[in-house]
Nanobody, 115 residues
Framework: QVQLVESGGALVQPGGSLRLSCVAS????????MNWYRQAPGNYRELVAT???????DYADSVKGRFTISRDNGKNTLYLQMNSLKPEDTAIYYC?????????WGRGTQVTVSS
């Protein structure tokens, strides 16, 4: 059974930092392209960051220079380091695994940026 389990979401003040984690089980993690998405209330789910099997990364313009995606294939874990957080970063953050036409999603972790 495939599972993606996110953690690390919290309430944080503007300008603060958080690190999200996504632990995968039931898949050969290193073969998958991994993404972080987010969805704020009333908004569509948007792509935040991508890391390929070969560690190539890409980011949404809104988070470039502030967020860093990384992966540890030995631990089957995806990370998102988020710095200089803004209120507009408030959302549920989801990880996604994709390979050969197959896609898996986690259930998300809530990030709230507020003073």
């Amino acid at each position: 059974q495939v599972q993606l389990v996110e953690s690390g979401g919290a309430l944080v003040q503007p300008g603060g930092s958080l690190r999200l984690s996504c632990v995968a089980s039931g898949i050969t993690f290193g073969f998958y392209v991994m993404n972080w998405y987010r969805q704020a209330p009333g908004n569509y789910r948007e792509l935040v960051a991508t890391i390929s099997e070969g560690q190539i990364t890409d980011y949404a313009d809104s988070v470039k220079g502030r967020f860093t995606i990384s992966r540890d294939n030995g631990k089957n874990t995806l990370y998102l380091q988020m710095n200089s957080l803004k209120p507009e970063d408030t959302a549920i953050y989801y990880c996604r695994a994709q390979a050969a036409g197959v896609t898996y999603w986690g259930r998300g972790t809530q990030v709230t940026v507020s003073s």
